[in-house]
């Protein structure tokens, strides 16, 4: 797990600019399903028959990661920046990052912060927002920016890391949803050798950070019953967030119980009860771990995929996270490999006769 994860997180991949995600992607589910492709939004499926094939499911994670998007290249060649995604300002002065060209090269470049030695002290605690903030890559002039095939409207992200920290712990720059990723190859080998009744699709879905609408594309060609989602929850063991909620690195999976943006985007999820029934006593018999989280201000891909068709079935499911779109988040390898066969042995749950109606 923690070599799949590694690889994933030193992978750039901002929203809209999946595919050298998706392709990775793609080469680690080969081995493990009967087919996969990547569909015209650039969603990576894997497909894996199931004995009596009554029913489809769709298991998904998805590939993109937040960044930047160049708004302006300055004529001395400072780059502005605008936010692709929720990326929280206050950690943006003096970051690395990379940044893409038109043709896909990446080339690395600085957040630039005033000199702590010429800041006047009433400004020291002020967060500047993106917009106020200039990305340095070393060029003297736009001339060499555009040399480089950089123009406005190219991406960047969080210049790729990846840490070992200790008792199985590690951080990097988008653990955020490449764990979620990193989960969705484990399930396919699991799957793989243990062939469930229905056909699964587990996919790597595009434009998460975007716009959550990478999910509820890859539905329409699958149309599948029910979908899990796997994405991280919020964990509650640090010391801004001690008491506010249950979920802490270490003690397994996540199912979440709501979710609701509650900023703008009035959408949420309330969970398939069905399906977290499943999981629930598929917990329970097994003696697995599962840790609960609801929450106010965060989406999965579920809050749009669970309107498409008739009413897909879903459910969000996940692992804890710590300090969550910034460029040092933090898991517990355990806690996904706890997702995987929490979330393998439940689909295995799901025979010709489940019923995922409401009622």
Same mark, same amino acid.
């Given at each position: 797990m923690i070599e799949i994860l590694q690889d994933f997180c030193l992978t750039r991949a901002p929203s809209g600019y999946e595919r050298e995600m998706a392709y990775k992607l793609k080469q680690y589910l080969e081995p493990f399903c009967d087919k996969t492709s990547i569909d015209e939004m650039g969603n990576c499926v894997g497909f894996i028959q199931g004995k009596t094939r009554r029913k489809t499911i769709m298991v998904f994670a998805h590939m993109d990661q937040l960044g930047f998007i160049v708004r302006r290249v300055e004529p001395d060649g400072y780059l502005q920046v605008d936010r692709l995604g929720g990326v929280p300002e206050k950690v943006l002065p003096g970051l690395k990052v990379s940044v893409r060209n038109e043709s896909g090269e990446w080339f690395p470049g600085v957040i630039g912060v005033k000199s702590h030695h010429a800041e006047a002290a009433e400004d020291k605690y002020i967060v500047a927002p993106v917009t106020s903030l200039l990305l340095d890559m070393g060029a003297t002039c736009m001339k060499k920016i555009h040399n480089l095939g950089i123009y406005t409207g190219c991406p960047a992200v969080y210049e790729p890391s990846f840490t070992e920290l200790r008792e199985n712990r590690v951080a990097g720059t988008s653990v955020d949803n490449r764990g979620g990723c990193a989960v969705l190859v484990k399930l396919a080998e699991f799957l793989n050798d243990n062939r469930p009744e229905s056909d699964i699709h587990v996919v790597g879905t595009v434009w998460e950070e975007f716009n959550l609408q990478g999910a509820a594309l890859a539905s329409r060609n699958i149309k599948p019953d029910a979908a899990i989602s796997l994405d991280v929850t919020l964990s509650g063991d640090t010391r801004d967030l001690?008491?506010?909620?249950?979920?802490?690195? &270490?003690?397994?999976?996540?199912?979440?119980?709501?979710?609701?943006? *509650? $900023? !703008? #985007?009035?959408?949420?999820?309330?969970?398939?009860?069905?399906?977290?029934?499943?999981?629930?006593?598929?917990?329970?018999?097994?003696?697995?771990?599962?840790?609960?989280?609801?929450?106010? &201000?965060?989406?999965?891909?579920?809050?749009?995929?669970?309107?498409? *068709? $008739? !009413? #897909?079935?879903?459910?969000?499911?996940?692992?804890?996270?710590?300090?969550?779109?910034?460029?040092?988040?933090?898991?517990?390898?355990?806690?996904?490999?706890?997702?995987?066969?929490?979330? &393998?042995?439940?689909?295995?749950?799901?025979?010709?006769?489940?019923?995922?109606?409401?009622?």
């Open positions: 001690s008491g506010r909620y249950d979920t802490a690195l &270490g003690k397994g999976a996540c199912v979440q119980l709501y979710s609701f943006h *509650g $900023r !703008g #985007t009035l959408n949420g999820t309330l969970p398939n009860g069905p399906l977290f029934e499943l999981v629930r006593n598929t917990a329970d018999a097994l003696g697995l771990p599962l840790q609960r989280f609801a929450s106010i &201000g965060m989406l999965t891909d579920a809050a749009y995929m669970q309107l498409e *068709g $008739r !009413g #897909t079935a879903c459910l969000e499911m996940g692992f804890p996270a710590r300090y969550t779109h910034s460029p040092v988040e933090v898991c517990d390898i355990g806690d996904l490999n706890a997702l995987a066969t929490l979330c &393998g042995e439940s689909v295995l749950r799901i025979g010709d006769d489940f019923d995922f109606s409401r009622y």
